[in-house]
């Protein structure tokens, strides 16, 4: 596939990420799919939840499972599209597709097809788009226009025609109509992130819709009609209120209409001397061919100490109200947990603990639950990403699927904490971590956290920064240099000392240390029988020798050339006795104060 990418633009012009929000009645597994392959999975306390974090490259139908502990299973779908491809004037935008269709166990089957779609910017306010599916006897083609209408929001419309020749030697011709709308009232503080509406001929059929026909044998039913999509959000600051709603009507040629929808407000507010209470109410409909499920929630959350809070939460449906308390607390910036106890309408004792803990490898979730004698239940997971490249391998936690990561190395050095634009993470073993979620075409930056660096740690370059591209591993090294720390006095072989502002490296010409008057220098990252370099004038002059035994006290080190090694017995310069009996004197003082 070849195609521009919104990510390469800057925040405010990018396309919008769709929200899926539900309820789940007990500790719950929340999976979302398109076209049976899995593109989010995570799992989620009782009560309310809501998945903003949705690639905003998404588009079609969402089909979302929330699989409850007790083994029943919601379902439901969500509309991703948005209002579609208004573009800069002057801009073109365009995506291009080859491949062959696969199946939900992964399968490749079915015609080659060749897909495209483009939107240019006509005017100020104006864009049009079109594109096309090909794949033998499937064809379809789309045209539309998109237009800003400035303080009144932005509209767009489009036509999609299909023609389809089936196995039976039937033609199905129609055509799928769509209007789209999104606005946000500034004064009102309030936005209609999507709305829209699509009418579907009888015979208008899906590229889907064609393969199980052709290939699965399948009768052509649950063609769509019509579709109605909403989604709201109302923010009263003065009254410190929040309102969300969610809509979503189909309905059939061929059997019933199912809804989804989905209605929330949370209210905060203060008693003497407790701050930010919060009061949540949520009411849901989940309507299909099969039944229906309309439940409400009530929840009232109440701080306790610096980061816990006391809860009470009340779940209303056909037959299963229940009412619980709950204690929830965060253990550290990594760690969170949550314990609920409560009853059920048949009178049923419940209890449920939650604990999620994302490390710098993996990320571990840990549920609990049972209803009275109805069932118990336990559960684990644990989520995680391994990246390797030429240049070293960590684990790392998994972030987006193929998401942007950037391998930083700390020359060997394990234990660094390093953070970049979300938790903190450390090298392992070998000197290496993974900063995963970095954003695509903007520079990131990734730091050493110098407050939590080891003693015998230092860093000489503790920032690193880079540009990539989306699903690029880059690598970064920082200059760390590991071992012990000590004043030193270099001397030469001729007595005298290296110059004011002569440099010191190690063998990775890390810098470790600058010489200061009389030859002194502070140096860090020194090792056992380590070799490290003196340098002035621009080239290395000598190279100084640590011992097999790093003395606790300063040091006075020899710096020689190879070519000119130290003779057995030299005669020092006045300048060198006078640092020797420095470094003496310093020694002795330095005994008597420990002995104190």
């Known amino acids: 596939a070849l195609d521009t990418d919104d990510m390469m633009l800057p925040p405010n012009l990018r396309g919008y990420a769709p929200e899926v929000s539900g309820v789940a009645k007990t500790n719950a597994r929340v999976t979302v799919k398109q076209q049976g392959r899995v593109i989010y999975e995570t799992t989620v306390a009782a009560g309310p939840f809501q998945i903003r974090d949705l690639s905003n490259a998404l588009s079609g139908k969402l089909d979302v499972e929330v699989a409850e502990q007790d083994g029943s299973v919601q379902t439901f779908q969500v509309d991703a599209a948005s209002v579609p491809y208004l573009t800069r004037p ?68 489009d036509i999609t025609q299909s023609r389809a020749s089936l196995p039976d030697g039937e033609t199905k011709k129609g055509g799928s109509y769509r209007l789209s709308y999104s606005k946000r009232f500034d004064a009102t503080n309030s936005q209609v992130t999507f709305a829209g509406y699509r009418f579907s001929e009888r015979d208008f059929m899906t590229m889907s819709q064609y393969l199980n026909a052709r290939y699965h044998n399948s009768a052509v039913t649950g063609n769509g009609k019509e579709m109605y999509t909403m989604t709201f959000s109302q923010s009263l600051s003065s009254l410190n209120t929040n309102v969300y709603l969610n809509f979503n009507h189909q309905t059939y040629w061929d059997r019933p209409a199912s809804d989804n929808w989905n209605v929330s407000t949370s209210h905060y507010f203060d008693i003497g001397q407790v701050k930010n209470i919060s009061l949540n109410l949520s009411a849901y409909r989940n309507r299909h061919e099969n039944g229906r499920d309309d439940g409400m929630y009530v929840g009232l959350s109440v701080p306790w100490g610096e980061s816990g809070s006391f809860g009470y939460s009340g779940q209303f449906s056909k037959g299963q109200n229940s009412h619980s308390a709950d204690y929830s607390d965060r253990i550290n910036e990594r760690t969170n947990y949550r314990l609920s106890t409560g009853v ?78 979300g938790a903190e993470t450390t090298t392992n073993y070998f000197g290496k971590a993974v900063v995963s979620d970095v954003s695509n075409y903007y520079r990131s930056s990734v730091n050493v956290d ?43 072989a001729d007595g005298d000392v290296p110059p004011f502002g002569a440099v010191v490296q190690n063998h990775d010409h890390i810098q470790t240390g600058m010489v200061s008057e009389d030859g002194m220098v502070w140096l860090s990252g020194i090792n056992p029988e380590e070799t490290m370099q003196v340098s002035w004038g621009g080239d290395v002059q000598c190279e100084i020798r640590f011992p097999a035994t790093i003395p606790d006290g300063n040091l006075l080190l020899p710096c020689v050339s190879a070519s000119n090694p130290v003779p057995e017995k030299s005669e020092k310069s006045v300048k060198t006795e006078k640092i020797s009996r420095w470094l003496t004197d310093a020694d002795a003082e330095n005994t008597r104060e420990s002995k104190q």
Not at 100 to 120: Q, T
């Open 90 to 157: 002057g801009l073109v935008r365009y995506k291009v597709a080859l491949g062959k269709p696969s199946e939900y166990d992964h399968r490749v089957k079915g015609p080659e097809f060749i897909s495209s779609e483009f939107s240019w910017g006509i005017s100020n306010g104006w864009s049009v788009y079109g594109g096309g599916l090909f794949a033998g006897k499937y064809n379809a083609v789309s045209a539309g226009i998109g237009r800003d209408l400035l303080m009144l929001g932005a509209l767009s419309a």
């Open 344 to 421: 059920t309408g048949d009178h049923r004792v419940t209890g449920n603990g939650y604990m999620n803990y994302r490390g710098d490898k993996a990320e571990v979730t840990a549920t609990a639950g049972f209803s009275g004698e109805r069932y118990s239940a336990a559960g684990l997971s644990v989520r995680g990403g391994f990246t390797a490249t030429a240049e070293g391998a960590a684990l790392h936690h998994s972030g987006v699927m193929g998401g942007t990561r950037m391998l930083v190395d700390t020359g060997g050095v394990a234990d660094v904490p390093v953070r970049g634009g």
């Open 450 to 492: 110098l407050n939590r660096l080891g003693e015998n740690a230092e860093a000489t370059r503790s920032v690193v920064q880079g540009t990539m591209t989306e699903g690029a591993v880059g690598y970064r090294r920082f200059g760390i240099v590991s071992g012990q720390k000590a004043m030193a006095v270099l001397s030469l």
